[in-house]
């Protein structure tokens, strides 16, 4: 399914850098390592823009700016086809995801999403939430295999509630199983009771884990299982399926199994030790806006939503932050290191994925960020231009 590529290092210390490679269709079941990685013709890539509600136009601004700085340094060809979902989709036609979008995606390379939801449509019926529209997406599309990078940097220490020195080599890879679990169960609810069927198949769990299998190949070899299995029937299934791929296919990686409530625990406690942690949709979920903790800020945060043909939704692991929308205080570059990991993985262009990657450390180091990490920080037009000047520099 996954083709991996080679670990580079990109940054002062070392950190773990892996690629997903495109096959035609599927997708074999083995992988090759390449000694070239980026792909060198100048061809052009369709990408859907999904600006979304909120703070999300603002972020994909500045994802399309820098697209746009990229075309002039390095003659990257992305043409942007702007599709509605969301709120704003709702609005424009009914509906949180209109068939044109997805007919739009099914054209596409990649998906490049900035966020949806907010107070307008919260009292909305169930089939009328701007999230539906997200979930429907990752749905149509079988996103199943949700990648997280949290990656601390000497530079934003200093704004995790953390102690710096637990944040040292901080290089966790989360792989979130995407379109299983309660939120994609059978849900019923009356005045007195509700439930939400919580359903996984070996073959869902077996494809996600050996995703993790081949991302931890690239990196130290190690997984940790999250789940609950003292106490839950899935989790059972979970370990019994996942340490038989492991097992069977994956002879140089170990995997560790921990119960979720210690894992969030020992996230706060001894975050360097873990390299890839595999989980189920909710525990996920929840685990991965802890760890954006470790970073300093929910702004910084990227993510990928992979089916196996390698079709990806890129987009800020945050969500659309009404209490900031309009007043250009969003931070940029969750958006921005989404861009990356979608040049890289989607569109193989792992080059100028690094030389946006360099941008961006660059303007840490120089202390270029915005008012969620900073009281007199920059606004995210000024991030934006400062990412794009050292682009074309
Ligand atoms: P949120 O992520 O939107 O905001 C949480 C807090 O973080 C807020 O204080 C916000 O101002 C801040 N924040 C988030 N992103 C930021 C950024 N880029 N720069 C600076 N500050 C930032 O989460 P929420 O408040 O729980 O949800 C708001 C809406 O977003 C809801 O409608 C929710 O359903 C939706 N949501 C959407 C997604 C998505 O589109 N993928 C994800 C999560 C939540």
């Given amino acids: 399914m996954f083709e991996l590529m080679k670990i580079r290092r990109t940054r002062a210390r070392p950190v773990r850098v892996f690629c997903l490679r495109t096959q035609e269709a599927l997708i074999s079941e083995h992988f090759r390592m390449d000694t070239e990685s980026s792909n060198t013709g100048k061809q052009t890539f369709n990408v859907v823009g999904l600006p979304g509600d909120g703070i999300g136009p603002e972020v994909y601004e500045s994802a399309r700016r820098v697209l746009a700085a990229m ?23 009914g509906s949180p995801l209109p068939q044109h979008t997805i007919n739009a995606c099914k054209q596409a390379d990649a998906a490049l999403l900035g966020a949806v939801g907010g107070p307008k449509w919260d009292n909305n019926t169930a089939e009328q939430r701007p999230e539906l529209g997200l979930l429907k997406l990752r749905a149509e599309f079988n996103l ?141 979920d929840i685990l991965s806006d802890e760890a954006s903790m470790l970073c300093g800020s929910l702004g910084l945060l990227p993510s990928a939503s992979l089916n196996e043909k390698l079709f990806g939704l890129y987009e800020p692991v945050h969500g659309s932050a009404p209490d900031i929308a309009g007043q250009g205080l969003a931070n940029p570059y969750a958006m921005l290191l989404s861009v990356a990991m979608m040049l890289r993985h989607s569109l193989s262009l792992d080059q100028e994925a690094d030389a946006l990657e360099r941008c961006i450390h660059d303007c840490w180091n120089e202390g270029i960020l915005t008012k969620d990490l900073r009281r007199d920080g920059f606004s995210t037009l000024q991030i934006t231009e400062a990412v794009c000047e050292r682009l074309v520099r």
């Avoid at 075309?71 to 036609?93: F, K």
């Fill in 144 to 284: 199943f295999c949700n990648l997280r990078p949290i990656v601390t940097h000497p530079a934003l220490h200093s704004f995790s509630p953390l102690k710096p020195d637990r944040l040292e080599n901080v290089d966790l890879m989360i792989v979130r199983e995407l379109t299983g679990g309660s939120y994609f169960g059978k849900k019923w609810r009356d005045d007195d009771q509700a439930e939400d069927v919580c359903r996984y198949t070996r073959k869902e769990i077996e494809r996600v884990t050996r995703a993790a299998g081949r991302i931890a190949q690239q990196r130290d070899g190690r997984i940790t299982l999250v789940d609950k299995a003292n106490v839950l029937e899935t989790s059972r299934l979970w370990r019994t399926v996942a340490s038989t791929v492991i097992e069977d296919e994956f002879p140089g990686v170990a995997m560790e199994n921990m119960y979720v409530d210690a894992a969030a625990m020992h996230l706060l406690t001894r975050p360097a030790d873990f390299d890839v942690m595999l989980t189920e949709n909710l525990f996920g």
């Fill in 71 to 93: 075309q002039e340094s390095h003659g990257v060809n992305i043409v942007l086809d702007e599709q509605l979902i969301g709120g704003a989709a709702i609005d424009a036609t």
